[in-house]
């Protein structure tokens, strides 16, 4: 059960708890029933079977990683870290997390520096995080302990998670018979970048909000790591679909940037995040890119950088208030 002393932790346009005051503008969707909790694809990375693999990336667009060789110690102590984080007071956290790192809140849409976009959407996702650009963690030092020692931890989860990227995209460019020369740029691991999210539990009076509304992943791999807390949905067969969590598992998305590079082979997964009434959902995503000015070819798309997917995203949010994404770039 939430406890009220909480709420001084909340941006202030969290804190509407138990009342019956204006309700955020919700996302309007006709097919927010129930979803029904799924058994996605398992793949295991110590015994990597590239026929297994190809199939989850192919009929699927997303799985669980299981024998990952990420230590459950390190999931627990970052989680950990994470909750005490989120747990200090919203104005603490504004002052503490500086650059590289950065605050945001009420939407995942952030600038290349980190500073929310300003979007032209009326939707309010119903989160805030932390965004953690890896290449820069060494410039980030804190005079606050917590924050000290969460830099270390989300250290060795980056490399963790460059490891697993990188054995993950070779299989399958080799699945996918990519010419090495050519698709070694398409994974660059300075990129990758981890999203810490806390959601607050919404009692909704009116409107129903969103954790996070539907999209798909810019990346060319996205990794979550969520707590106990269910909450992320997956659009397959025209059915919303619950990603339980399990303990010790991952689960990776593949990204646009995968769709494109496998000429639509496989698919960029439409997801969204549910917020439940009582209980806050913690999350730990990692995403990785091209290297910004690699050309990417496909049979599908017209030749484009990253560099220009993620200005056109930009530009979408700004005025049309959604991302189009890679039907901007369709032959
Ligand atoms: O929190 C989650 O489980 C998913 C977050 C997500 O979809 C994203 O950051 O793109
Ligand atoms: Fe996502």
């Known amino acids: 059960m939430l406890e009220r002393s909480n709420l001084g932790s909340y941006p202030p346009v969290f804190r509407q708890l138990n009342s019956v005051g204006p309700q955020p503008k919700s996302y309007s969707m006709d097919d927010t029933q129930v979803s029904v909790a799924v058994a996605v694809p398992r793949v295991d990375l110590e015994c990597l079977s590239l026929p297994k693999l190809g199939e989850a990336c192919q009929n699927w667009g997303i799985f669980r990683l299981v024998n990952h060789g990420i230590p459950s110690t390190l999931f627990t102590r970052l989680q950990h870290h994470a909750q005490m984080l989120f747990s200090l007071s919203f104005e603490s956290k504004q002052a503490l997390i500086t650059d590289p790192f950065s605050y945001f809140w009420g939407t995942p849409a952030l600038t290349s520096s980190g500073a929310a976009l300003k979007t032209a959407s009326p939707n309010m996702n119903w989160l805030e995080g932390l965004n953690v650009p890896l290449s820069q963690l060494t410039q980030f030092q804190p005079q606050d302990p917590l924050l000290r020692s969460f830099r270390l931890l989300l250290e060795e989860y980056g490399r963790h998670l460059s490891r697993i990227a990188t054995t993950l995209f070779q ?143 930009q530009k979408d949010i700004s005025t049309i208030g959604y991302k189009v994404g890679l039907q901007r770039f369709k032959v």
């Open 171 to 313: 299989s399958m460019a080799k699945n996918l018979h990519l010419d090495p020369e050519q698709s070694e740029p398409m994974l660059e691991e300075s990129t990758g970048f981890i999203r810490v999210y806390r959601y607050p539990p919404h009692h909704s009076m009116g409107g129903e909000a969103w954790g996070m509304i539907p999209h798909t992943d810019s990346s060319v791999l996205s990794v979550v790591n969520q707590d106990q807390v269910a909450g992320l949905e997956i659009f397959k067969d025209n059915k919303w679909l619950l990603v339980d969590p399990i303990p010790n598992t991952l689960i990776v998305h593949i990204g646009d940037m995968m769709q494109a590079i496998s000429d639509d082979g496989y698919t960029s997964v439409r997801h969204r995040v549910r917020v439940k009434k009582q209980e806050e959902r913690l999350s730990i995503c990692y995403f990785v890119f091209p290297a910004e000015d690699s050309v990417i070819h496909s049979s599908k798309y017209r030749p484009f950088t990253y560099k220009e997917f993620q200005q056109q995203v």
